[in-house]
């Protein structure tokens, strides 16, 4: 047993793949990102923010750019490593968030690209980039109160309504220009970033938008008669026509099956209808049931459009599949956690990923990109909860 271990229920399938996971992510993945993963100085290992990604060896790549998601990302990965008593998690934690200030527009919104040095490359504003900063903000002001992370989240939305908001509900996917597909996807991370602003401060108006990007998932994203969950659509939130309309992400299925069990705990709101039909459909679509893995894109009648399994698929599928059966009595999310452990953390620089696979399972990355990381807390944060609700009370 190490420190990082939940004792008292070891023959749980559940708990002990639980523990080989933390003992991964403590002893091997956050000591990595905290020095490899980070950019600066001897003395301040994150003065220049994270890294973008490696290459397949372990070394930071050193593209020309930084994206803002993947800093933001960075930054609610070690403000939850600090909340979760990891040492040097907050300092790491403070140093992202002072360089991603660098990305914070004068008229209050969020530019998209980075320098490494912090220069802004980019000032337009991604509404997934700026769902980011919002998630990262709010999880930072659990780690530092006294700073103005919980601020610059609510003057962000405020900014976002004000420039962002289209008539019809949601917000343009970029600004100035928004000629694309409208998305299902950066409105589903800004609910996640609302709902953990609304956990930090605990006030109520802080979960107005909530109920706004609720309604939109229930009128327009998700489709009533197959179960399915769109992700491009057009001006008036109708499916997009073509190919488009019939694309199907499991990951997003079952990222919205987490989403809605935490906004019915947080509005009262009964989601679980939905939050069903989304699972049943990405579990019987999208997972291989030989191996668990999770495939990356199907149609709204089934067809397998893209047979290959990224990493954050796996995490999400995880988080749902804990979502559905919190016991892990059918065994998916032990199989899921292990295939985590023992396909993508396994072939690659120790605390690093295998990022996809082929449909054969075979390894089929061209870098190791910093942004998954913040899947995988977050599926091993739903593993740690469901692992200690197994264990009795000593």
């Known amino acids: 047993m190490t420190l990082h271990d939940l004792p008292g229920a070891e023959n749980l399938p559940l708990v002990a793949v639980r523990n080989r996971f933390a003992r991964w992510l403590f002893e091997n993945a956050l000591p990595f ?20 990604c490696l290459t397949l060896q372990g070394t930071p790549a050193l593209p020309p750019f930084k994206r803002v998601r993947v800093q933001a990302r960075q930054l609610f990965v070690f403000s939850w490593a600090a909340l979760k008593g990891w040492q040097p998690a907050a300092q790491r934690a403070e140093s992202i968030f002072r360089f991603l200030l660098n990305a914070h527009r004068p008229d209050g919104g969020w530019v998209k690209l980075l320098a490494r040095d912090g220069a802004v490359l980019d000032d337009s504003a991604d509404l997934y980039d700026i769902a980011f900063v919002l998630f990262a903000l709010a999880w930072y002001g659990r780690v530092d109160r006294t700073c103005q992370a919980v601020e610059l989240a609510r003057q962000t939305l405020a900014w976002l309504g004000q420039t962002m908001a289209l008539p019809n509900g949601g917000f343009m996917n970029t600004r100035p220009t928004n000629d694309a597909w409208r998305q299902q996807n950066p409105h589903m991370h800004l609910l996640e970033a609302v709902l953990a602003l609304h956990e930090t401060t605990g006030d109520a108006a802080d979960l107005a938008q909530a109920h706004a990007l609720y309604a939109l998932f229930s009128q327009h994203f998700m489709d009533e008669r197959t179960g399915t969950l769109g992700e491009y659509f057009g001006p008036d939130w109708q499916p997009a026509a073509g190919p488009e309309g019939q694309w199907c992400e499991p990951g997003h299925h079952f990222e919205w099956v987490w989403l809605l069990q935490a906004y019915a705990r947080q509005s009262g709101v009964d989601t679980a209808a939905q939050a069903a039909r989304l699972y049943h459909f990405a579990h019987k679509y999208g997972v291989d049931a030989q191996t668990a893995l999770v495939r990356d894109a199907v149609a709204r009648n089934g067809q397998i459009l893209k047979p290959t399994f990224r990493l954050w698929v796996q995490g999400e599928a995880l988080r749902g599949a804990l979502c559905h059966d919190p016991q892990d009595k059918a065994g998916w999310a032990t199989r899921m956690a292990s295939n985590l452990l023992e396909r993508y953390f396994t072939g690659c620089p120790t605390g690093t990923w295998v990022d996809q696979l082929d449909a054969q399972g075979a390894p089929a990355a061209s870098q190791i990109p910093s942004s998954s990381l913040y899947h995988i807390v977050t599926a091993y944060d739903a593993l740690d909860q469901a692992a200690r609700a197994c264990v009795p009370l000593a």
């Open 33 to 52: 990102w905290a020095s490899t993963g980070c950019d600066g100085i001897a003395s301040n290992p994150a003065a220049l923010g994270a890294q973008e």
